[in-house]
């Protein structure tokens, strides 16, 4: 489980597959200036519930993974979450489709690009 820390003090826990495809949409919204909501299911072990915070440019965030390799991303899966993102309501969860075509990201996959 990888972890979102967002303004020092809120965190959450995600499968890091899910907070890699997350990093690439909420850095492209924060890139672009856009504020929004990002709202997700807690775990019932954390305590469950639903939490939601607002995501700003302004507010510091990391993003901690518990495997050290590259994942290879489903672009249906970011286009859905950014999609999501971009509603009134703000980013969701969504399920993972399934892929139709993945795009591997890391060192190993700009090393194959040169080629």
Do not use: C
């Not at 495809?21 to 890139?31: E, F, I, S, T």
């Not at 991303?73 to 993102?85: D, G, I, K, P, T």
């Not at 509603?87 to 890391?106: K, M, R």
């Amino acid at each position: 489980m990888g972890k979102l820390t967002y303004d020092s003090h809120i965190t959450a826990h995600f499968d890091d597959r899910v907070l890699a495809h997350l990093q690439l949409v909420v850095g492209a919204k924060l890139r672009r200036g856009e504020s929004f909501y990002f709202s997700w299911t807690v775990e019932p072990d954390l305590g469950g519930g639903r939490s939601s915070i607002w995501m700003h440019p302004a507010i510091p965030m990391s993003y901690n993974y518990v495997e050290n390799v590259s994942t290879t991303y489903n672009r249906e899966w970011v286009e859905a979450l950014s999609e999501s993102a971009n509603s009134a309501i703000g980013l969701q969860l969504v399920p993972e489709p399934a892929p139709s075509e993945a795009v591997p990201t890391g060192p190993q996959s700009r090393q194959r690009a040169r080629r």
